[in-house]
């Protein structure tokens, strides 16, 4: 009945969607707004560029972070979306993005 922050009551029976398919789109989650739980990481555009490339990123590849530090970070690009999730890369102070969404 509950998947992150998706729950029961939120959900929508399918006889609903198939009546008015444009509700469906309104009802999408945007990505920007998943997993609000992890910690964030504001990337410059060429942080941007490293990140859906799978690179690893260092701090000069950041605009600004938010929250705690945390084992997985959210990697938004500079208009807020999500690009990428990352963990701690193999070298100390680098982070590896390891599900690129973009």
Do not use: C, W
Not at 45 to 53: D, F, L, N, S
Request: glycine share 10%; net charge negative.
């Amino acid at each position: 009945t509950r998947s992150g922050q998706a729950d029961f009551p939120r959900a929508v029976p399918l006889e609903n969607l198939e009546r008015d398919v444009s509700l469906a789109s309104r009802l999408v989650v945007p990505l920007s707004e998943m997993l609000p739980e992890l910690p964030s990481l504001v990337l410059t555009v060429e942080g941007t560029r490293r990140a859906v490339h799978g690179q690893d990123l260092g701090p000069r590849d950041a605009v600004r972070s938010y929250g705690e530090s945390a084992s997985l970070v959210r990697l938004l690009d500079g208009g807020g979306d999500l690009v990428a999730i990352a963990e701690a890369g193999r070298s100390p102070g680098l982070l590896h993005p390891f599900v690129v969404l973009k």
